[in-house]
């Protein structure tokens, strides 16, 4: 079994910045790759971006040049380093892990973290 928590979310003023963290844990697991994706209730879920094992990354238009994701892959931890926050970044976020156990690969969520960016 893998948990996946994410932490760092709150309430920032326009043109802030928040990082988020995200941490997958558990035992006989391998990450491959993760992401970051956000929803407000009622609406479907939005990609933000992902990044690789390899790390090679890729974002949503919408916050291309503003957010940024990293990776440590020795702490199962995955960042989305997000500036220049506007009102309609905010959505509660979560934290996708995509990891191998054994042969076959499976998807796990976070419990999501809310970000309130005021005007």
């Known amino acids: 079994q893998v948990q996946v928590v994410e932490s760092g979310g709150g309430l920032v003023q326009a043109g802030g910045s928040l990082r988020l963290s995200c941490v997958a844990s558990g035992s006989g697991f391998s990450i491959n790759a993760m992401g970051w994706y956000r929803q407000v209730p009622g609406r479907q879920r939005e990609w933000v971006a992902t990044i690789t094992s390899g790390g090679s990354t890729s974002y949503a238009d919408s916050v291309k040049g503003r957010f940024t994701i990293s990776r440590d892959n020795a702490k199962n931890t995955m960042y989305l380093q997000m500036n220049s926050l506007k009102p309609e970044d905010t959505f509660v976020y979560y934290c996708?892990?995509?990891?191998?156990?054994?042969?076959?690969?499976?998807?796990?969520w976070g419990q999501g973290t809310q970000v309130t960016v005021s005007a």
């Open positions: 996708n892990v995509r990891v191998s156990l054994g042969v076959r690969e499976y998807s796990y």
